[in-house]
């Protein structure tokens, strides 16, 4: 059967929901990386869920659209963004095993930020509500969820606490590092980005210029900090971290 797009409000088509044989099975099979769920529960989202694939810059779910579905990344990586005043503001970079779109566990308001594909993604989309019965069934299973879903909004404050106590460098610095160490592949020079990190994307992602992440990169490269590979940025942790001092 042919995969079927899914039609936003908008009228693009980001997001292509996958109808395959054995896809269910296949979705069985990602969601092993949720590794804190007992094998009953798995079957259980992924009876419940959809599969979709969405690609490079395509949304998984827009700004201010109803929040009611939640997300499980299964593969490649995608970034929370929120458009602010005509700013674009990069919350977070989420991959495999992440879940996203937790606002529709607080209320079926407007989502407050937009999830978009860095990277070609296959996505399992279920209804909060069926998340939330699936979640609450066991005090144990309601605690790691609780760990999955809203523990990474901890680590999004006590990075933006230090941001506040460094300037530009040292705040690029922080998030190449935070992005080696969540996604980065180990080789013989250090740790390589699987996929592109546009100098506006950091930007982004630290509150500064275009301009001034090109010439901090360049001079993390001439302080043989970051290196590039196939235009992909690899990270030298030892070294990099001297730039936080």
Not at 37 to 44: A, E, G, H, K, T
Request: charged fraction near 25%; hydrophobic fraction near 45%; glycine fraction near 6%.
């Amino acid at each position: 059967m042919n995969p079927r797009p899914i039609i936003r409000p908008n009228g693009r088509t980001p997001v292509t929901e996958i109808f395959l044989p054995g896809s269910k099975q296949h979705l069985l099979d990602r969601l092993r990386r949720l590794s804190w769920l007992p094998q009953d529960q798995m079957r259980d989202i992924a009876d419940a869920s959809r599969m979709l694939e969405v690609k490079r810059g395509g949304s998984v779910y827009a700004q201010q659209e109803d929040a009611d579905r939640i997300y499980v990344i299964l593969s490649g990586m995608a970034a929370l963004l929120m458009n602010d005043n005509r700013r674009r503001v990069l919350v977070g970079v989420v991959g495999p095993g992440d879940i996203v779109g937790i606002s529709a566990l607080l209320a079926n308001g407007a989502r407050p930020f937009r999830c978009e594909a860095l990277s070609e993604c296959k996505v399992a989309a279920l209804s909060a509500a069926t998340f939330r019965s699936l979640m609450l069934s066991d005090p144990s299973i309601f605690e790691k969820a609780m760990q999955a879903t809203f523990g990474r909004w901890e680590q999004l404050l006590k990075r933006y606490a230090q941001f506040m106590m460094l300037g530009a460098r040292g705040r690029i610095a922080t998030a190449l590092l935070e992005l080696a160490e969540r996604f980065g592949v180990s080789n013989d020079r250090g740790r390589l980005l699987p996929f592109p990190v546009s100098h506006a994307m950091l930007g982004a992602m630290v509150g500064a210029s275009r301009q001034h992440v090109t010439m901090q990169l360049v001079e993390f490269e001439r302080e043989k900090a970051v290196t590039r590979e196939n235009r992909r940025l690899v990270i030298i942790p030892e070294k990099l971290k001297l730039a936080i001092q």
